[in-house]
């Protein structure tokens, strides 16, 4: 038995693969990923970096290159095997069943709210000059409005054809990485001072420890997060299996190097006299902003305002076409109804799930109480897509979901490794937001008991195979229940914002023993699912 839905809804889901167009090159996906990963970031994370670890927040930066190329390569390798359009939310599905996948794929879901919350950083800088849109943190009737204008405005842009978003996205990728050159030279042009790397406290004044608190509470994990953007356009891809790998390694590497440039620029511009208290007394609201007006580069300070809008502007543009493509493979899961899978044939987008993200999106800017506590998780949700994946790209290496591409080799130890490190970003960030982001996750478990009731039953053509019985479901995705519990236990004994009672660096071990032990379940069970499902009926 294929992974394909069986029957009618197999044709319907052939059917509107086929109208996506494969017009995607390698600049046009390297343009995607990249412009995925630098979003408002790069405006503070040298800062948050530099008060965290000092000097040696330069190792914390390319330690963060190298943990987010490992997982790479595995989602690397499920894109050139299975690609397909929205692949990161359909490969945890096929590889471990519709627990998994409707878990998987409600967090993906949830997550939209990232793209609410890009719309609501470019409101907060233009709120600069236009007063009257905020009341207190939340947006007024008139800020509201005029979120739901650009958010409106952003889904026209995604309205046409694939070929005209990859162009304009390469021209918004030209300025975003225009800017940043332009900064680092201007800065360190006008303020270099020498022996930055020596002096107050030394390289390391805050131990080489403080370079893996870093990661997160410095913001460089979700700096540099972001790099899978290019694997949800595989369906739309022309040679994906040539094409992707390089793709999404350039994207990586071209953010990596640009965010290193800008944390040496802050480095060794940063005012003699400020740094009376170490690094830790550095603090600017806007860090490269203000130290251009320090230096007198006016000029380069309005530019810099200009890209705070700019940026998470062109974030949330692809933000929009990620969502997109999330909701259309949720449809072809059976989680959402299969209405919004539907592929406008003249160009080729999925406009019903445009329409319903747009909803979305627009829901989240609402001013609900506590929506800030809630939007800040949204982002920490979707790095579960990088823990599926792994077992995934396990589960299909073994043979049982028909093998893989080949493209990475040393999947036997990537893959775990993978999952570990998976594990630990969603650790680092912390149990300030992982006490609201995997309850709610766990709140899928709602949904996927209702998607068993009898009227639910047009939903089965999933991909998955034949519907099992509900508690051979529950076996299958058990792991992935226990997995998320755990998580949520070890946050609150450990030190990322947690009580302290299991000390750093134990902490952190621990995770990732149990993520290694959740690994290798996982992909038993995920491989006993698959050979379930080849076996014959009756």
């Known amino acids: 038995m294929s992974d394909e839905p069986a029957g009618g809804a197999a044709s319907e889901v052939r059917a509107q693969e086929r109208r996506l167009r494969r017009d ?20 503070f994370a040298a800062m948050y ?19 987010c190329g490992l997982v790479a390569l595995v989602m690397i390798e499920l894109g050139a095997s299975r690609p397909e359009g929205g692949g990161t939310v359909r490969w945890p599905l096929l590889a471990n069943g519709r627990l998994v ?40 009737l008139a800020g509201l409005g005029l979120a739901a204008g650009l958010s409106v405005l952003l889904t026209a842009l995604n309205w046409f054809a ?79 299996r040539r094409t992707l790998p390089w793709a999404v390694l350039a994207g990586i590497g071209l953010a990596l190097l640009m965010y290193l440039a800008l944390q040496v620029a802050y480095l060794f511009t940063v005012p003699e ?40 502007g062109g974030s949330a543009y692809v933000g929009v076409a990620i969502d997109a493509r999330h909701t259309y493979a949720l449809a ?46 949204m982002g920490d949700m979707y790095l579960l897509i990088y823990a599926a994946s792994a077992v995934a790209v396990a ?51 709602l949904l996927f008991l209702g998607m068993r009731r009898p009227t639910a039953r047009a939903a089965e053509s999933d991909g998955a195979g034949p519907r099992r019985p509900l508690a051979a ?3 299958t995705g058990a792991w992935l229940v226990v997995y998320l519990l755990a998580l949520i236990a070890l946050s609150w004994l450990g030190t990322f914002k947690g009580s302290g009672h299991l000390p750093a660096p134990y902490d952190s071990l621990a995770v990732a023993a149990v993520a290694l032990a959740v690994f290798f379940w996982a992909v038993r069970s995920g491989v006993g699912h698959l050979t379930a499902a080849r076996q014959p009926a009756g």
């Not at 203000?290 to 305002?305: R, V």
Request: with cysteine; proline share 4%; net charge positive.
């Open 24 to 43: 995607l090159g390698f600049w046009g996906l390297t343009g995607i990923g990249f412009s995925n990963i630098v979003g408002s970031g790069w405006l």
């Open 332 to 377: 072809k899961n059976g989680t959402i109804p299969r209405y919004f899978m539907k592929v406008d044939e003249g160009s080729g987008m999925p406009r019903r799930a445009l329409v319903i993200n747009l909803v979305v999106i627009v829901l989240f800017l609402l001013p609900f109480g506590g929506w800030q506590d809630i939007v800040s998780v």
């Open 473 to 475: 479901e529950l076996r």
């Open 273 to 312: 006299h400020l740094l009376g208290g170490g690094w830790k007394g550095v603090s600017f609201d806007s860090p490269f902003g203000q130290l251009a007006l320090i230096l007198n580069l006016h000029w380069l300070s309005s530019l810099l305002y200009a890209d705070a809008v700019l940026s998470p």
């Open 162 to 240: 694939v070929r005209m978003f990859a162009r304009m996205n390469n021209l918004i990728s030209i300025f975003k990485i225009a800017v940043p050159i332009v900064t680092v030279l201007a800065l360190l042009a006008s303020g270099w001072h020498s022996g930055r790397l020596t002096d107050h406290g030394g390289f390391a004044p805050y131990g080489y420890v403080a370079c893996l608190t870093a990661l997160a509470g410095g913001g460089i994990v979700y700096s540099v997060n972001g790099f899978q953007a290019a694997l949800d356009f595989s369906a739309e891809t022309r040679k994906p």
């Open 395 to 445: 589960v299909f290496r073994t043979g049982a979901g028909g093998g893989t591409a080949g493209w990475v080799r040393g999947l036997h130890w990537i893959a775990p490794l993978s999952f570990v490190v998976a594990s630990e970003f969603v650790y680092w960030s912390g149990w300030h937001d992982l006490r609201l982001a995997l309850p709610l996750v766990l709140a899928g478990l």
């Open 49 to 67: 970096a530099a008060q965290t670890a000092g000097p040696a927040s330069l190792l914390s930066w390319v330690g963060a290159g190298l943990l």
């Open 101 to 140: 996948g409707t878990l998987i794929g409600w967090s993906t879901l949830l997550s939209v709210g990232g793209t609410a919350a890009e719309i609501s950083a470019i409101m907060q800088y233009t709120a600069h000059y236009v007063p009257g849109l905020y009341n207190g943190h939340t947006l007024t």
